[in-house]
Every structure is written in structure tokens, then in C-alpha cells.
């Protein structure tokens, strides 16, 4: 296991060198050291660090339970005629079957990122199972991209107390969502935002749908609500961050106690 995630047990050790490197340097230059520190730790979303709190004025696109073969090719063409990066939490499942659009999403610039292989609740799934559902998609993002940190959002935002456990040893977390569309009641686009809108505020992670399974069995109402979406905060001062930087997780510090 430890040679399956290297990158999560060199973190530590990692961020003291970049703490080392802030100390020695000037303090025009130890601002921006902290800073690189800071987006070290929050990319990692390893729950027995800090999370970096801040005022700034940036929100996060985040699409779940795709990819699908109309719905997400739709929201990439919204994305890149705003040139807005986003993260997509795909399932194993329909990475197998959408792996064309998968690798689109990737080229244009946007996360892949985890959100298990058959979108079942972690409340349902023994342990082994849970283990199983995170690595069998970590593998399937991993062949179709370059990516070596893979960021996971649980389904429906559950993670049981049987399986913090390993999300804890392996120093991984599962994103939050501040801001939530609720585009599985409704593909109205005027109400997704209205939705959206009752919960802004910086450092928000938008949540939203690219899968195939919406209202009437359509999404077109989640493409048009993000296209309408983009240029509305924009003209209220935000701007669109990607996902090394976003700060909001399901587990913290307490949840992985040192043993």
C-alpha cells in the first residue's frame, strides 16, 4: 500500500523542507514560500494537517457522477467558451464506458478526480469494499491521465466511522460541497442558481451533476445554469480556483488521531 501512494507519505516531509526554505529566505520571499506551503497542504487534503482559511474572493466548479456522453461533452464546450477550469468526480463505471470523454476533460485542463466505482454509499460498503471502490478508480483515472494526486468526494457525502480509518492511513480525504445546486430536484437552470446563490461565499465549492440520471432524465438544465452561472459571479468580483488549492473537507484533524 505504501508504494501505491507515494506521494501522501512524503507530504510531510515535503512541507518542513518548504518551511525550512521560508525561514532561510527574506521576507519578501517567505510570503510567497507560506503560500506554496499552505497550497501544498490543502492539495493533499490530508486530514492531520491545517486547513488554510482565507477572504479571497474564489469559488470552485465541481461536476459529480459522470462522465456521459452528452451531458459532460456539453459543459467542457460552456467551460472552455469561458475559459474556466473545473474538477470532475467521475465513477469507475462510467469511466470504463466514457473513457473518450474522460481524456477530453483531462486535455482541456480540468481534475479528474474520484468518486468511487459504483457511486455507492460508504454507509453500504464493508470496508474491503470501500478500499476496493477508491483504488479500482484510482487505476482507471491513472491510466487515461498523468495525474499522480487523486482527490475523492465520497457519494452523497457519506463516509462512515468503519472507513475513515483508511482514508486517515492513507492521508486522503473526501472534498466537501458548500454550495450546492440541487440539480437532481430540478434542471430549471434559473433555480439550480437560485440554489447555488443562497450559500455564496469565498472559498465556496459549487456542487453540480454531469451524469445522465437528472430530472426527466436530462442535464441540459445543469449546462445552461453553469453558463449562466460563470458570468454571474464574475460581475460580483469572484473568480473561478482549481482544485490545488480548495480548503473545504469532510475529515479533519480529529478524525485521524495520531497513533
Known amino acids: 500500500m505504501a508504494d501505491k501512494y507515494p506521494q501522501h507519505h512524503t507530504m510531510r516531509q515535503k512541507i518542513k523542507l518548504k518551511i525550512n526554505t521560508c525561514i532561510k529566505a527574506r521576507i519578501s520571499a517567505s510570503i510567497l514560500c507560506l503560500v506554496s506551503?499552505?497550497?501544498?497542504?490543502?492539495?493533499?487534503?490530508?486530514?492531520s494537517l491545517l486547513e488554510k482559511t482565507t477572504d479571497d474572493k474564489v469559488v470552485y466548479l465541481t461536476y459529480d457522477d459522470g462522465p456521459e456522453s452528452l451531458y459532460t461533452p456539453h459543459l467542457l464546450d460552456v467551460l472552455k467558451?469561458?475559459?474556466?477550469?473545473?474538477?470532475?468526480?467521475?465513477t469507475g463505471l462510467n469511466v470504463e464506458t466514457y473513457p473518450d470523454v474522460v481524456k477530453r476533460a483531462f486535455q482541456e485542463g480540468h481534475i479528474i478526480a474520484n468518486h468511487s466505482y459504483a457511486h455507492k454509499s460508504a454507509r453500504d460498503m464493508t470496508g474491503a469494499e470501500f478500499k476496493l471502490s477508491i483504488e479500482k478508480t484510482d487505476s482507471l483515472i491513472r491510466h487515461l491521465t498523468a495525474q499522480k494526486d487523486i482527490l475523492f468526494r465520497a457519494p452523497y457525502?457519506?463516509?462512515a466511522d468503519s472507513n475513515k480509518s483508511y482514508l486517515c492511513k492513507n492521508k486522503r480525504n473526501s472534498m466537501d460541497a458548500t454550495m450546492v445546486g440541487k440539480d437532481w430536484e430540478t434542471q430549471d437552470p434559473d433555480q439550480i442558481i437560485d440554489n447555488l446563490m443562497k450559500d455564496l461565499k469565498p472559498e465556496a465549492v459549487i456542487l453540480l451533476h454531469d451524469d445522465g440520471g437528472g430530472p426527466n432524465g436530462t442535464r441540459m438544465g445543469t449546462v445552461a445554469a453553469t453558463d449562466k452561472l460563470i458570468p454571474l459571479l464574475r460581475a460580483k468580483g469572484y473568480r473561478f480556483g482549481t482544485a490545488e488549492t480548495i480548503t473545504h473537507w469532510q475529515l479533519k484533524a480529529l478524525d485521524c488521531p495520531e497513533k
Do not use: N, W
Open 157 to 159: 457525502l457519506h463516509i
Open 37 to 47: 506551503v499552505l497550497s501544498t497542504v490543502s492539495y493533499a487534503g490530508d486530514p
Open 81 to 90: 467558451k469561458h475559459q474556466v477550469k473545473a474538477t470532475f468526480f467521475v
